[in-house]
C-alpha cells in the first residue's frame, strides 16, 4: 500500500523548540557604519580586513533574519488564505470520485486481478485525498472496506513511523536513547513536556560527557591547549571588566541632563548591566563598538589585540545568526512553504499562485473526467483503459488525469 501523508491543518510534527510562528523580538537593524577606513600611509591589517568583513557579515545577516521571519509569517498567512481552501476543495473531490468509482464498479464482474488492481488504485487516490483533508464517517468506512489495514489502524501506524524517525535521530546525531512513546506525539501539550523531559536528559548526558573528559589522561597538546584557552578567559575576563567600566561611564543616566537621552542611557545600562552579569562579552564589544569607537579614527586605533577579541565575538555572532536563520526555517510552522523561504517575496508569491492554479486546474481535470465517465454505458473496458493510463501515470509520476481518459472515453 502507499505510503500516506497525514495532513491536517496543523502538521502532525514533534517540535522540540515549540517556538511561536513569529518571534516577538526582532533584531534592531541599525547601519552602524563601523568600518576601519585605510590610511593614506598605511594598509589594513589582517584582523582589521577581517573585523570589516565581519562587521559588514552582521549586518547582512541581520536584516535577512528580519526578512525571513517576516516572510514567513507572510507567507503561511498567504498560503492559509489561498492554497489550504483549494488543497480541502481538491480533497473532497478526490473523495466524491472514489465513491463514484466505487458505485460505478458494482455493476461489473470482474477477475481477481482487475479486482486487486481497482483495489489498489482506489487505495492510491485514498492516499492523494487524504494529503488534503479528514475523512468523515462515511469516507472512512470505504477506505477501510478497499485497505488490508483500517484508517484508524493507518494513524496509528503513521505515529510510530513519526516517533521512530525522531527516535533514529536523537540516538544517531545526539546520542540519546528515547523511550518508548507513552504519550500521543500528534498532542503539542504531551509532546512539549516530553520535549522537556529530553532535554533534561541531554544535559545530564553533556554533563557525563565533560567529567569523562576532565578523568581521561590528558596530552601534552590538551594541555597546551587549555593553558591558551585559559589564558584566553583570563583576558576576557579583564575585558569584560573594562569594558563594562567604560560603557558605564560613558552610559550611566545619572550624568545626563536631557530627559530624553536618560531615558535611553537607562536602558541601555540594564543591557550592559545584564551582559556583564552573564559574561557576554559579544554584546558587550558590540555595544562597545557602537557607543564607544563610534568614529572610523577611533577603531583604527584598536591594538591587534583589541581587534582578536572583536572578531572572536563577532564570528560567534555570526554563527548564531546563521543558526537562528536556520531554525526560523526548519520551524516545524512553515513546513508547507519552507522552499519558498530562500526566494524574494515577489516571486515566492508568483510560486504560490502557481500552485494554486496547478490546484484548481487538478479539480478541474477531476470533474470533467468524471463527467466523461458518466456520459457512457457502464463497461469493463472503459474501466480496465483507465486504471492502466492510471497505473502509468503513477509509475512516472505524471499528472494522474492529464490524458488517461480521454481516449478510454471513446469506447460505445
Avoid at 494529503?131 to 462515511?138: A, G
Avoid at 531554525?327 to 530562500?342: C, F, G, H, S
Avoid at 515577489?346 to 473526467?369: P, R, S, T, W
Amino acid at each position: 500500500m502507499a505510503k500516506k501523508k497525514i495532513s491536517n491543518e496543523q502538521d502532525l510534527v514533534l517540535n522540540l523548540n515549540f517556538d511561536s510562528i513569529v518571534s516577538n523580538i526582532k533584531p534592531d537593524i541599525k547601519s552602524n557604519k563601523l568600518q576601519i577606513i585605510k590610511s593614506k600611509k598605511q594598509l589594513l591589517s589582517k584582523n582589521q580586513k577581517t573585523f570589516n568583513k565581519l562587521i559588514k557579515k552582521i549586518e547582512t545577516l541581520e536584516k535577512q533574519l528580519v526578512q525571513t521571519k517576516e516572510l514567513a509569517f507572510e507567507l503561511t498567512i498567504a498560503y492559509s488564505k489561498e492554497i489550504l481552501p483549494v488543497e480541502k476543495k481538491l480533497g473532497k473531490v478526490y473523495f466524491e470520485f472514489v465513491f463514484f468509482l466505487d458505485s460505478y464498479v458494482q455493476k461489473l464482474k470482474l477477475t481477481k486481478k482487475q479486482s486487486a488492481d481497482f483495489d489498489k488504485h482506489m487505495i492510491d487516490l485514498f492516499n492523494t485525498a487524504l494529503t488534503y483533508v479528514e475523512p468523515d464517517e462515511q469516507q472512512e468506512a470505504l477506505f477501510d472496506k478497499y485497505s488490508d489495514i483500517s484508517y484508524k489502524e493507518t494513524l496509528e501506524i503513521d505515529k510510530l513511523d513519526l516517533f521512530e524517525h525522531f527516535r533514529d535521530y536523537m540516538e544517531d546525531e545526539m546520542g540519546i536513547e528515547v523511550d518508548e512513546p507513552d504519550f500521543d506525539i500528534t498532542n503539542e501539550e504531551e509532546a512539549r513536556k516530553y520535549a522537556e523531559k529530553l532535554k533534561d536528559k541531554f544535559e545530564k548526558k553533556n554533563l557525563e560527557d565533560e567529567e569523562k573528559e576532565l578523568n581521561k589522561k590528558k596530552t601534552k597538546k590538551q594541555i597546551e591547549q587549555e593553558q591558551k584557552q585559559k589564558l584566553e578567559d583570563e583576558l576576557s575576563t579583564k575585558s569584560l571588566r573594562s569594558i563594562y567600566i567604560s560603557l558605564a561611564k560613558l552610559l550611566h543616566p545619572d550624568t545626563e541632563t536631557d530627559v530624553q537621552l536618560k531615558s535611553e542611557k537607562t536602558e541601555l545600562m540594564k543591557k550592559v548591566t545584564v551582559a556583564y552579569d552573564q559574561k557576554d562579552l559579544a554584546t558587550l564589544l558590540k555595544l562597545e563598538m557602537e557607543w564607544v569607537h563610534h568614529t572610523s579614527e577611533n577603531l583604527q586605533e584598536l591594538t591587534d589585540e583589541k581587534l582578536k577579541l572583536y572578531n572572536k565575538a563577532l564570528s560567534e555572532q555570526v554563527d548564531e545568526l546563521n543558526q537562528e536563520i536556520y531554525q526560523v526555517k526548519m520551524n516545524p510552522a512553515y513546513t508547507n512553504i519552507v522552499e519558498l523561504l530562500n526566494s524574494n517575496s515577489e516571486y515566492a508569491h508568483v510560486l504560490l499562485n502557481d500552485q494554486k492554479e496547478e490546484l484548481i486546474e487538478e479539480i478541474e481535470c477531476i470533474k470533467k473526467n468524471m463527467n466523461v465517465f458518466q456520459k457512457q454505458p457502464v463497461q469493463k473496458k472503459v474501466l480496465m483503459k483507465y486504471l492502466k493510463d492510471a497505473s502509468e501515470s503513477f509509475d512516472n509520476d505524471e499528472d494522474i488525469f492529464g490524458k488517461l481518459l480521454y481516449e478510454s472515453m471513446l469506447f460505445e
